[in-house]
């Protein structure tokens, strides 16, 4: 089975809720402090939602510097799959591992709501397993979840494919209606969405575990993939 | 300055300042007095309350600590424990409220890991002047902002709470915070010193020079001008404290690691009074004494003199007993979270007084083996302020009051009254992460919130809690006694909407001016209908808090006793039903259909004091009430535990009385409904606690369970149609009553 990391920055705050949603769908998640540099022993990384450096500067901007971003680079570059959820998205744009940037909610106030998320796409290790046109319950929890972009890369976006999720009643002013990206390969991700949160009916809906069932597919795709290293 | 004129400016009395005298035998230095001026103020020490408090019923199998404590804890069952606590942050509020309710948030999160608990949620209860007016609308922004700027970022979810607004709190608003923690029954820790020769760590923020005073100047005095906190008072923004959640949440994760690995003997926040209250209330409860090296504290800013890094109010600071062979494995889990750590103290032997009695003394101190610069009994600090039985008058007007009943208030426009009443508060707690820990079943906005029992460290259990805060600050301003115990009603009413038993309360008692009598009479009425109705139902009060002076210019609020009332659920798997009927249910009214002694009494009723009518006969507090809840809880937990039950839909009857819960229910269904024969407009609008509107598919079945318990009830009509029709009284369009709701709170504010 895949080993999936979950980094934890000082002040995240959604690293047990990603480890418990990806525990019970089967998966086997650890957490990871971001002062670590080397990511080799994990098949996927999750980047989860919370203030990671209290979101000091702007979110995700001193997040980046964290020592265990190189090892999320290389793990990235190697194309094992990479999800940021929330403060995680927001983390990986700082980063230049997705395109674009978050900026502060149209209304400027911070939203915690269910939305409805239409799958844009699948080709990604998140919505490997929706179909397009797909309505998902998910929901949002964040003060600067809005997408922009430039017109070059929003173009760029749309003709590879890569926005794979967006509102169906867009709550932030995201571009586009965008809720989630992935980079031209497919296996990074970000949304701003908090799929572990919409896992079972009774928290209100079960349409994360499409998502994260994806996920953890992709990561055991990534874990058969390895060359085989003998125990010494 | 003279000594006498320092006491005075610090906030003690001459006779207070006598007092000191006698307990040191000596006179103070200004280092002494200003630690006896926090430690005796009114906000740490209750001196005008505690005579009082005393009545209240604190014992009950489950308790496992009661008052006195950091926080409150009763035994949850499985092996869990859960912390209760309840604060005010009124005066920093009014003040300056983004940091006022941020603090308040960051200062109940520590009272609650302080026991060893993680912090699964808070609640607010806020109130406010009218709305239509700018410095309300800053006041309700800000706190609002404050509370989730710091509540999200600090990672603990905000699950509900009340927003009132009404004229009396226009120039001394109240922003009280909830807070409940869960832990393995045996982390449990207190705040206690012990081991002579052990070592106090100071853990967390650096301290500075804000919230000097906080607890003395700020908390126990009144606003001078009339116009409440606006001009005259602005100087006392330098008392206000500046809150960083991202030290809290650093300082959470490393004091529940100390804790979970066994490093720490004791520990306490630093609040209120500081340095100060944590060294002196953590000997004191230990029996021991202290030795606190003032040069020893990490600070913010040169220059700082011993009095103010003494009393000083900086936020995110925790004081933790170390054995010396921990110390290393201390600083080293610290500086893993990035929290600061230095050694300030050392515990000591206590000493024996002149009668041979061991006191504990804690003394101040320029280095360790360095001049002692204070000296004081411990427990003198920390216990031993001065009781005070202030008197109590029974206001003149009270009998007046009594007979001026709203009975004869005519009906008016029935529907007008309707659409007033539904105000959806979704504009404010969509602004606070209501969903981390994936515990929230019900978040805020109905009746009460319900959550599953767990968390990272917790074992795991099938069991849930639920949580409602409330007031009825109407109620009381008629009768202090019977509204604070209706309002206990309400509280089991509201849990018993998602199937929960209540097990504890907490109390926070906002009142005015403990030197009017009138107040003292208000806060010593309350406190015995508290009791009293805590008696009846066996219910333990485990925590309080009592923030008096809530008065400007000379006028008081009115009393306003908020209570957070924590109820169980054996089993949770599936989430109770909602306010949502269908087209086809059976609409009941489950519960006392007249209450007593008169049918429908709209004394203290939001109709009433609409039309300027504060006086009147409240209902009386009556176990058929208390039965019903007891009956809707039962079915309602059938369905949380994932079994059957008649009941499809409930919201119990609260303010705006029976047509406001009705017209919810049709709101949040999009289906109407007829009530072909409500008794007249009183009966629409009276708000008796302890009854429900239950939808229902099988209305033999509901009536015959009902009947079995000895409940009433009485069918209203069946859900259907489009329109809400209450007989002759009112008929409104269900269409757009939703979207109604929703935007009555933005619109009054002008968003």
Known sequence: MSRVGVVVFPGSNCEHDVVSALTALGGRAELVWHAETDLSAYDAVVLPGGFAHGDYLRPGALARFSPVMGAVAALAEAGRPVLGICNGFQVLTEAGLLPGALQKNRGLTFLCQPTTLVVASTRSVLTRGAAVGQELVVPINHFAGSYVCDDATYRALVERDQVVLRYKDNPNGSRGDIAGIANEAGNVVGLMPHPERALTALLGSADGRVLLEGFLAAADDAAAARPLVTAP | ?751
């Open chain 2, 1 to 751: 300055m003279t000594g006498e004129a320092l006491h005075r400016a610090l906030g003690l009395t001459d006779d207070e300042y006598a007092l000191v005298e006698g307990v040191l035998e000596r006179e103070p230095n200004h280092l002494e007095l200003a630690m006896f001026a926090v430690m005796w103020s009114e906000h740490c020490s209750y001196k005008s309350s505690r005579l009082h408090l005393r009545r209240l019923p604190t014992s009950a199998p489950q308790v496992l600590v009661g008052p006195g404590e950091n926080a409150g804890v009763i035994d949850a069952g499985d092996g869990v424990a859960i912390a209760l606590r309840i604060e005010s942050h009124n005066h920093p509020s009014a003040i300056e409220p983004y940091q006022g309710a941020a603090t308040g948030v960051g200062g109940i999160l520590r009272d609650v890991f302080t026991m060893g608990a993680r912090p699964l949620a808070v609640m607010d209860p806020l109130f406010f002047g009218p709305p239509d007016d700018a410095r309300a609308r800053w006041l309700v922004e800000g706190v609002v902002a404050g509370i989730s700027g710091y509540g999200n970022s600090v990672g603990v979810p905000t699950i509900g709470g009340e927003l009132t607004f009404d004229e009396g709190y226009a120039q001394n608003p109240l922003v009280n915070v909830l807070c409940v923690g869960a832990l393995p029954r045996e982390r449990l820790v207190l705040g206690r010193a012990s081991g002579v020769g052990n070592l106090a760590v100071l853990l967390g923020s650096r301290t500075g020079r804000d919230g000097i005073g906080g607890v003395s100047v700020l908390a126990s005095a009144g606003f001078a001008g009339a116009d409440g906190a606006t001009s005259l008072d602005e100087e006392k923004r330098p008392s206000v404290q500046v809150g960083d959640p991202y030290e809290e949440k650093r300082l959470i994760e490393a004091c529940l690691a100390l804790l979970d690995e066994g490093l720490v003997v004791g520990i306490q926040d630093l609040g209120g009074a500081g340095l100060t209250c944590a060294a002196s209330e953590t000997a004191a409860r230990g029996g021991v004494g202290m030795d606190v090296d003032v040069t020893a504290v990490p600070l913010r800013e040169p220059g700082m003199a011993p009095w103010e890094v003494m009393t000083s109010e900086s936020q995110e600071r925790m004081l933790a007993i170390v054995r010396p062979e921990d110390l290393a494995a201390v600083e080293a889990l610290c500086a893993r979270w990035e929290v600061r750590s230095a050694v300030v103290g050392r515990v000591t032997a206590p000493v024996p007084d002149v009668a041979g009695r061991p006191v504990g003394m804690l003394r101040v101190r320029q280095g360790f083996d360095g001049p002692v610069l204070a000296e004081a009994p411990a427990a003198a600090l920390a216990d031993e302020a001065p009781l005070y039985d202030r008197p109590r008058a029974r206001p003149g007007d009270l009998d007046a009051r009594l007979s001026d009943d709203p009975a004869d208030e005519p009906a008016g426009d029935v529907a007008a009254e309707v659409l007033a009443a539904l105000v959806d508060p979704a504009w404010a707690y969509r602004q606070y992460d209501s969903q981390l820990f994936l515990n929230t079943v019900v978040g805020p906005g109905r009746d009460a919130a319900l959550l599953r029992l767990a968390g990272p460290g917790l074992p795991s259990s099938e069991r849930g809690f639920a949580l409602t805060t409330d007031s009825n600050p109407r109620w009381c301003a008629i009768d202090p006694r019977a509204g604070t115990a209706l309002t206990l009603v309400e509280g089991i009413a509201n849990l018993a909407c998602v199937g929960a038993t209540p097990s504890a309360v907490v109390n926070c008692l906002n009142f005015g001016n403990p030197e009017h009598p009138e107040v003292m009479w208000q806060l010593s009425e309350a406190v015995d209908g508290l009791a009293e109705a805590c008696r009846a139902t066996g219910l333990p009060v485990i925590g309080g808090n009592v923030s008096l002076y809530n008065e400007s210019g000379g006028r008081d609020i009115d009393p306003t006793p908020v209570l957070g009332v924590l109820g169980l659920v054996e089993r949770l798997v599936a989430p109770p039903p909602g306010w949502t009927w269908r087209e086809g249910d059976t609409v009941v009214l489950v519960g006392p259909r007249e209450a007593r002694p008169d049918p429908f009494p709209l004394a203290g009723s939001l109709f009433a004091r609409r039309r300027g009518r504060r006086g009147g006969r409240l209902p009386a507090f009556d176990d058929r009430a208390l039965a019903t809840c007891r009956f809707v809880a039962g079915e309602v937990a059938r369905v949380c535990a994932g079994g059957a039950s008649p009941v499809a839909a409930v919201h119990d009857v609260s303010a705006g009385g029976l047509a406001a819960a009705l017209a919810e229910m049709a709101a949040a269904s999009g289906v109407g409904l007829a009530w072909a024969s409500p008794r007249g407009h009183a009966e629409l609008f009276t708000e008796a606690p302890g009854r429900f509107v239950v939808a229902t598919r099988d209305p033999a079945g509901l009536t015959g369970a009902a009947e079995a318990a000895g409940v009433e009830a009485s069918v209203l009509g069946v859900a259907g149609g489009g329109r809400l029709t209450l007989g002759e009284l009112c008929d409104l369009a269900v269409g757009g009553l939703a979207e109604r709701r929703a935007s009555a709170l933005p619109a009054a504010l002008g968003l």
